[in-house]
């Protein structure tokens, strides 16, 4: 038994020290530098992130992403729109890896969210009921900071998310930021009726 704990633990342990020893920083904005595009994306309803990599450790690894959508408080499906996998030259390069995410509720009836890289796009959209709106589009770390990104797992980096409805009628939106849940619990613990995490993965 005690051979068997070992022999599982050598093969953990090369993950484990993987992801302790990464030195990849997430830093994300919502702000967009030309005033005019900025009009016209609020009067399409459309919210905008900015996200950026950075560490050395991004060098030669694939990325994937995912949409993992909830209403409820479960999970309803989770998509793989994105793996690099898929052709070498999508592997990363460099010491640093950006994107930006459009988010919308479409006049369709839809929630459509657009992952924008470097001469090349994702598009998917879901079917939403017809009281699902107002959705809003937030990064779960302060704005004006970096954290730590893990390597060989799935992390949230963004939610595009309904609002609450309290007791007394009001419909605040919850603060992701100061919320002590997992994205996935979010649902369940802040009564959010559906909403949709983006998740990144390097390996």
């Known amino acids: 038994m005690r051979k068997i704990v070992l022999f599982i633990a050598s093969l953990l342990l090369p ?4 992801n302790a020893q990464s030195n990849i920083k997430l830093s994300a904005t919502d ?8 009009n016209v994306l609020r009067f399409q309803g ?9 560490g050395t450790h991004l060098w030669g690894k694939n990325f994937k992403i995912f949409i993992r959508d909830f209403a409820k408080g479960k999970l309803i499906k989770t998509y793989e729109v994105f793996d690099s996998k898929e052709d070498e030259f999508f592997k990363i390069k460099e010491q640093e890896f950006s994107f930006s995410v459009l988010a919308q509720r479409t006049y369709a009836g839809t929630a459509k969210i657009d992952l924008r890289f470097l001469g090349f796009g994702v598009v998917k959209e879901f ?5 699902q709106k107002d959705f809003i589009l937030k990064s779960f770390q302060e704005s004006s900071s970096e954290i730590d990104f893990p390597v060989g797992q799935s992390q949230s980096i963004l939610i595009f998310m309904m609002p609450t409805k309290s007791t007394n009628g009001s419909t605040p939106y919850t603060d992701v930021t100061q919320s002590n849940f997992k994205p996935e619990e979010l649902g369940k613990k802040s009564k959010i009726p559906r909403y949709f995490l983006i998740d990144v993965r390097f390996d």
């Open 15 to 18: 993950f484990a020290l993987a």
């Open 31 to 38: 702000t967009v530098d030309n005033e005019d595009l900025m």
């Open 46 to 54: 459309i919210a905008v992130s900015k996200i950026k990599f950075t």
């Open 127 to 131: 079917n939403l009921g017809i009281h």
